[in-house]
């Protein structure tokens, strides 16, 4: 291995990309905790960062990121089409939910909570439920994996999407489950923990702060991708990917390294479930449904499947346009022609118009991963094959 | 050790060639555990859904053949738009998520034209009219709306990794979906049925008179395409190209106008179920598609994918389940309908991916 891939190599690009992701990241904190609240601040430049990009708006477009780049892993590196990935996501935060809040007042666990020790319900450590809901978002992400991989890959998309569906339901109508209340229902659970970083406890409205956690998640996030992709798995999800029949006959062991590809996507959306729980204090069932799916799988297309860097772009972009930025350009727009055009409801037709234009037009996204980009032009390239070969003889 | 690995290679060779000789050959021990696992799969669930239907049967005799009746009713709707993803499915292998939307789109569209345009609102030989003259034209709608989502986006796509058109598939549903919810509005809107309405007794079970309609124009449908598929040249056409495209070609079939002829009658399958399901709900909403489309393409896959008959039965022990899910005493009850659904979508996935009709294929490299 050490022979094969240089070391220094590995170590100088990895240190490349840590200095400027830290560079922005610090640059975004900086704007968003020190200059917003600045007195000194230009009245025009407050008032464009608030509406175009205001600091809840960017918080939210981080947790997209995490949650893009956990179903890149199994999307863009692995090939499975994945059209459930809001279920992880709504596990990520029920975890959130049950061990970081009141939701279970007759119990009283405090472990290393961030309320006092009195207070009723289950209070774990927001670092701790971030792990707590990685891994069992990984268990459920094999657990759905192990009897379905088997299948070919449309069957696979749409297993996903069944999990993807029943979940939700199961939250939505958790008020009765059985006769146990899991989920308070469409009530949804009010109020979760905040975040303790050792001096102070982050609450819902430390937004600054939370922007720097956040970031910290994704960086993790990118780091993962980054050095799992190099190694002896990423290398057997790339196989898989571009032909899995070859990939099991030189030996990758198919079941396992699908299995694994699903696991650490999950742990991701997870990671994202948490961290969205503790973005908007609270854990609604609505929330949680099939177009969260789509949103994700087209912030993975439109970036670049199998690239770190095409995701984050990607996400970013899209979570923006969804969350924030149509409806600014909209008032924006009504307000200069005095017009009365409800942008929001365009979404769906900017979503669907993205993932068309870019299969049929730039399969690879917009910043594309070299491998992928030959192998989704493969058909083109077998006409050029045929036609040079017929023009031979 | 080279000898040895040959001559340990050349028993086992007599052994193989002794015991198929002696034994006829049923398939490799893989094969024959699958067989195993799908058999008494296929038991522990009819057993236990026996059970289920008996224990209701017996508890609310008239109230079972009630909600039966109207479970089969939606479950004829699921087969007509079932073998919309059938047909695409069978020549394409497309999974064609916007199919749903199509239908969804085909049901507003008729409520336009018998409401709106024709203006007709109650039942009286003008809404009969209108309605005949509806099934027509939705038909019509369908098809052409299916045909240039084929032309426009999927037949570019025809070549390339599978992937790419799945994910446009998915494109296209949220853009009809986006029609829809500028045609229709984003509340779900009531409309008048022109179909004769009431009731006939049997006994002391209630048939609605729009059920019967419902039968009496969903069968002939899909009588006739069944004609169409297997008795017909352009039916033939069809078979031949889902089986090898190339070799279709070869034999003189245009592949493209098979293609398009496919979907053609899906998207006519799916208006005439638009426009029953509209006449016999009376509600239509912009998110309809997607629900009901998800549960036909379930029925799709319970019968079999690729198999007309499979779509239609499967269509109707779907709608039959989810009726008896919804309106039994001893059942889930509608808030859990679609994990049903969904849970019988990933069983069957699991134990027999063919389907209930469909034969499974291997995989030629």
């Keep these: 291995m050490a022979k094969t891939i240089a070391p220094n ?61 956990g179903l890149n892993i199994v999307v863009g590196y692995a090939g499975l089409l994945d059209l459930g990935y809001v279920a992880f996501w709504a596990i990520g935060g029920y975890c959130a939910g049950w061990f970081m809040s009141e939701f279970f007042y007759f119990l009283n666990i405090n472990f290393l909570g961030s309320v006092p020790a009195e207070a009723p319900g289950i209070h774990i450590n927001f670092w701790m439920v971030l792990l707590i809901g990685g891994f069992v978002c990984a268990v459920f992400g094999i657990l759905i994996g192990a009897p379905t991989l088997r299948l070919k890959s449309d069957y696979l998309a749409l297993v996903t999407l069944g999990f993807g569906e029943i979940i939700p339901q199961v939250f939505f109508n958790g008020e009765n489950f059985f006769g146990y209340n899991i989920s308070n229902g469409t009530k949804g659970i009010v109020g979760v923990d905040s975040i303790p970083v050792g001096v102070k406890n982050l609450g819902p409205f430390d937004f600054g702060w939370k922007l720097l956690i956040f970031l910290l998640l994704t960086a993790v996030m990118v780091f993962i991708s980054l050095r799992l992709r190099r190694g002896r798995l990423g290398r057997a999800w790339l196989a898989i990917r571009e032909d899995e029949l070859a990939a099991s006959m030189m030996g990758v062991p198919l079941m396992r390294t699908k299995l694994s590809a699903y696991a650490v996507g999950a742990f991701a959306g997870g990671l994202g479930g948490v961290a969205f729980a503790t973005h908007v204090n609270g854990v609604y069932a609505e929330r949680f449904n099939f177009t969260i799916s789509i949103f994700l799988l087209a912030m993975v297309v439109l970036g670049g499947m199998g690239n770190v860097w095409g995701v984050i772009l990607g996400a970013f972009i899209l979570s923006w346009v969804n969350g924030n930025g149509l409806t600014a350009f909209g008032q924006l727009y009504n307000e200069q022609f005095g017009t009365e055009i409800d942008f929001a409801s365009f979404t769906f037709l900017l979503f669907g118009l993205v993932l068309i234009f870019m299969m049929l037009f730039k399969r690879e996204g917009l910043l594309p991963e070299s491998r992928l980009k030959l192998m989704l032009h493969e058909d083109e390239l077998d006409q050029i094959d045929a036609s040079s070969k017929s023009g031979d003889k | ?94 999974i064609n998520f916007a199919h749903g939307d199509l239908f969804m789109l085909s049901a507003v569209f008729s409520s336009f034209f018998i409401t709106y345009w024709i203006g007709a609102d109650q039942s009286n030989p003008k809404g009969w009219l209108a309605f005949a003259s509806c099934l027509v034209a939705v038909m019509i709608f369908g098809a052409v709306v299916n045909v240039l989502i084929e032309r426009l986006a999927y037949r570019r796509l025809r070549n390339a990794p599978r992937l790419a058109p799945l994910i446009t598939a998915v494109g296209m549903s949220f853009l009809l979906n986006f029609i829809g919810l500028k045609w229709n509005g984003s509340t779900p809107r009531q409309w008048p049925t022109v179909i004769p309405s009431g009731d006939i007794y049997i006994g002391e079970i209630r048939i609605s008179l729009i059920t019967l309609w419902l039968f009496l124009i969903g069968l002939p449908l899909l009588l006739a395409l069944n004609y169409l598929v297997t008795n017909t040249k352009q039916g033939k056409a069809m078979r031949a190209t889902s089986q090898d495209k190339d070799a279709s070609t070869l034999m003189g079939i245009n592949v493209n106008k098979t293609i398009a002829f496919t979907f053609a009658l899906g998207g006519a399958m799916a208006g005439a179920a ?64 679609q994990s049903v659904v969904f849970a019988i979508l990933i069983i069957i996935l699991v134990f027999r991916p063919a389907g209930l009709l469909g034969k499974s294929v291997t995989e030629k490299v």
């Design chain 1, 9 to 69: 190599n590995v170590a100088k690009s990895n240190r490349k990309w840590i200095t400027g992701y830290s560079i922005i990241g610090l640059l975004l904190f900086i704007t968003y905790q020190f200059l917003l609240p600045w007195e000194g601040l230009p009245l025009g430049i407050y008032d464009a960062i608030y509406r175009w990009m205001p600091p809840s708006a960017i918080n939210e477009s981080l947790v997209y990121i995490i949650m893009a780049l």
């Design chain 2, 1 to 94: 050790m080279q000898c040895t690995a040959v001559l340990g290679g050349d028993r086992g060779g007599v052994k193989l060639a002794k015991v198929s000789e002696s034994k006829k050959f049923t398939g490799t021990p893989g094969q024959l555990r699958r067989q195993r696992i799908e058999q008494s799969g296929a038991i522990v669930i009819s057993l236990l859904m026996s059970v289920w239907m008996l224990v209701n049967l017996v508890k609310a005799p008239e109230q079972f053949v009630q909600v039966a009746i109207s479970g089969l009713r939606n479950g004829l709707i699921y087969a007509l738009i079932a073998l919309g993803y059938t047909l695409v499915y069978g020549i394409i292998e497309l």
């Design chain 2, 274 to 337: 638009g426009l029953l399901y509209q006449q016999s709900i009376g509600t239509t909403s912009y998110n309809l598609g997607f629900q009901l489309g998800l549960i036909a393409f379930t029925s799709a896959v319970l019968g079999g994918i690729g198999n007309l008959w499979g779509a239609v039965v499967g269509g109707l022990l779907i709608g039959l389940i989810q009726g008896l899910n919804d309106g039994l005493p001893y059942a889930f009850g509608q808030a859990w309908s």
